[in-house]
């Protein structure tokens, strides 16, 4: 047998690696239900597998779009490669931490005959399957979009070349961990991995942006393997391409080499890394206190008129900001990627005013809106997860109105977050349009927008702030289908503004309409989702 001969020349046991793996994958589809978005139901243990499936799937068509942009092969396929690799190692450092960084291994496994050896073997093929079902749904359409536009050997050619790229990834990631490890306390590493995730976020986000940049010159490129190219992982797996066709040369053979040989200098030292007496340190250094510097954070503010479920979750919001590392990046990251795509919107100039350019006549307004819209929504999205959801027991045992602190979740992100970041935009616009009434009125409504987005997010799925566990696969399945639904709702919002910024007649009535809404339908909500909130369940 292959695999039992691959698993023991490893120096594993097979037995042990079989029990163990699927002792492991079981867990995680029963516990935390892996590779699902979160949806608020959870009746029957029913998943949603087929709606990130989907959203995977979603990018992995535009991995496609961008490999056949490009009539030569070997660019297509490090472009590909280059996309998908960043999703998965994006997809590893938002969800997939507590794989390679459990210190409960250790406790779990040090009393059974498990050497080291097997440890490896069983903590790599745990990644790899959520890896591998990722990369299945990144590339698949490219083999099918390479072998029309090049042949079936270029297709046949592609799966190896994945395959390599998603095992590298992965690898390069535990590497990473475990290297840092060695130097940094885990808390502190969670910082510093938590500022990669932003950037890695940007790099998502703005590809689409970059690409539609490229399409004229990449449609005429056709690059063969140079030594500069040769520099970028992604190009060594990309090198099997023109060498599957038959189209032989120095480069391409030096990439598949370097592809190959990188591989195995990654098992060698993860080998290492990832072994029994990593996991002891681990569990060892978590369980050792951590010094920290004394912050005098005030004890309690005021909030005389307030609604007491408001004040409930701006106290768990505060709270959270300071001590939850995730969710603090994640509230952060909103400043740099909103900068990002505002450097885009402006690279011809000031951006347009909606008032004066009806409608799509200021189609580079979208990027803002865009941004306007998803980031709120990011935000909240993070608002439901957390390393401390066992502390919501607390929902569950108070006499408190569930529907009341669900909806007043989404007012919080629209008092703390929404109202300053429409201030910044107010500003953005004020420099652009240099008419302060069109900016104040445009930031209003995008923030108002924002609003009704949030309020609608917690009518499709509404769960209480902080009371869920961070689930793998869930938080980037819910961040692309965050993404393409933004996008969508952003490309149609200037046939709003054509009509409701013709006059401005039209635009009181479009304002008054939205501040009517903003102002029922949180109320709306509330009664739709409390049946729905009453059948919650503690996840603790």
């Known amino acids: 047998?292959?695999?039992?001969?691959?698993?023991?020349?490893?120096?594993?046991?097979?037995?042990?690696?079989?029990?163990?793996?699927?002792?492991?994958?079981?867990?995680?589809?029963?516990?935390?239900?892996?590779?699902?978005?979160?949806?608020?139901?959870?009746?029957?243990?029913?998943?949603?597998?087929?709606?990130?499936?989907?959203?995977?799937?979603?990018?992995?068509?535009?991995?496609?779009?961008?490999?056949?942009?490009?009539?030569?092969?070997?660019?297509g396929g490090t472009i590909a490669l280059s996309a998908a690799g960043v999703m998965i190692a994006m997809a590893i450092l938002v969800d997939f931490q507590n794989v390679v960084v459990s210190p409960d291994d250790y406790h779990i496994l040090a009393p059974q005959p498990v050497s080291s050896a097997t440890y490896f073997v069983v903590k790599v093929t745990?990644?790899?399957?959520?890896?591998?079902?990722?990369?299945?749904?990144?590339?698949?359409?490219?083999?099918?979009?390479?072998?029309?536009?090049?042949?079936?050997?270029?297709?046949?050619?592609?799966?190896?070349?994945?395959?390599?790229?998603?095992?590298?990834?992965?690898?390069?990631m535990i590497l990473l961990y475990t290297t840092l490890l060695q130097f940094v306390h885990p808390r502190r590493l969670r910082l510093a991995l938590s500022y990669l995730q932003i950037i890695l976020m940007m790099a998502v986000m703005g590809a689409p942006l970059f690409m539609t940049e490229l399409t004229d010159y990449l449609g005429q490129a056709d690059f063969e393997p140079t030594a500069a190219l040769l520099l970028v992982p992604s190009a060594w797996f990309a090198g099997v391409l023109p060498l599957a066709t038959g189209d032989w040369s120095l480069g391409g053979g030096i990439g598949a080499l370097a592809g190959a040989g990188s591989l195995g200098v990654f098992v060698l030292y993860c080998r290492h890394g990832l072994s029994m007496s990593y996991s002891e340190r681990l569990g060892t250094m978590m369980a050792a206190s951590e010094a920290r510097r004394p912050r005098d954070w005030p004890r309690r503010l005021g909030w005389p008129g307030i609604p007491p479920e408001l004040r409930v979750?701006?106290?768990?919001?505060?709270?959270?900001?300071?001590?939850?590392?995730?969710?603090?990046?994640?509230?952060?990251?909103?400043?740099?990627?909103?900068?990002?795509?505002?450097?885009?919107?402006?690279?011809?100039?000031?951006?347009?005013?909606?008032?004066v350019q009806l409608g799509f006549s200021a189609g580079s307004l979208w990027m803002i809106h865009f941004a306007a819209l998803a980031m709120p929504v990011a935000v909240m999205d993070s608002l439901f997860r957390s390393e401390s959801y066992p502390a919501a027991w607390v929902f569950f045992?108070?006499?408190v109105d569930r529907a009341k602190l669900v909806v007043n979740a989404g007012i919080c992100v629209a008092v703390f977050f929404v109202?300053?970041?429409?201030?910044?935009?107010?500003?953005?616009?004020?420099?652009?349009?240099?008419?302060?009434?069109?900016?104040l009125v445009h930031a209003v409504v995008l923030g108002v927008f924002a609003h009704l987005a949030l309020q609608l997010r917690l009518l499709a799925s509404p769960l209480l702030?902080?009371?869920?566990?961070?689930?793998?696969?869930?938080?980037?399945?819910?961040?692309?289908?965050?993404?393409?639904?933004?996008?969508?709702?952003?490309?149609?919002?200037?046939?709003?503004?054509?009509?409701?910024?013709?006059?401005?007649?039209?635009?009181?009535?479009?304002?008054?309409?939205?501040?009517?809404?903003?102002?029922?339908?949180?109320?709306?909500?509330?009664?739709?989702?409390?049946?729905?909130?009453q059948r919650l369940e503690f996840a603790g």
């Open 313 to 355: 979750v701006s106290t768990l919001v505060r709270g959270q900001f300071r001590h939850d590392m995730n969710f603090r990046l994640s509230v952060l990251s909103i400043i740099p990627v909103t900068l990002f795509y505002l450097l885009f919107a402006t690279r011809d100039g000031p951006l347009p005013d909606p008032f």
């Open 465 to 533: 702030p902080f009371s869920e566990p961070p689930r793998k696969g869930s938080a980037m399945g819910n961040l692309m289908g965050m993404i393409l639904i933004s996008m969508m709702i952003a490309v149609f919002l200037p046939l709003i503004f054509r009509v409701g910024y013709a006059n401005e007649a039209l635009t009181a009535v479009l304002m008054g309409t939205l501040v009517l809404l903003a102002v029922l339908l949180p109320r709306a909500v509330e009664r739709s989702i409390r049946p729905r909130v």
């Open 397 to 399: 045992a108070a006499p």
């Open 126 to 172: 745990n990644v790899l399957v959520y890896t591998g079902i990722m990369g299945i749904l990144l590339g698949g359409p490219t083999t099918l979009s390479l072998g029309l536009r090049h042949g079936a050997l270029a297709a046949l050619g592609w799966l190896p070349a994945l395959a390599g790229m998603v095992v590298w990834t992965t690898l390069a």
């Open 1 to 75: 047998m292959i695999l039992r001969r691959a698993i023991e020349a490893l120096g594993a046991d097979y037995d042990q690696w079989r029990v163990l793996s699927r002792v492991m994958l079981r867990n995680d589809l029963r516990s935390v239900s892996s590779l699902q978005l979160d949806t608020g139901e959870k009746k029957g243990g029913s998943s949603r597998v087929w709606l990130t499936f989907l959203l995977y799937g979603a990018f992995g068509l535009w991995v496609a779009m961008m490999a056949s942009a490009v009539p030569g092969l070997f660019l």
């Open 419 to 439: 109202a300053p970041y429409a201030v910044l935009l107010a500003g953005i616009f004020l420099w652009s349009f240099g008419n302060a009434v069109h900016a």
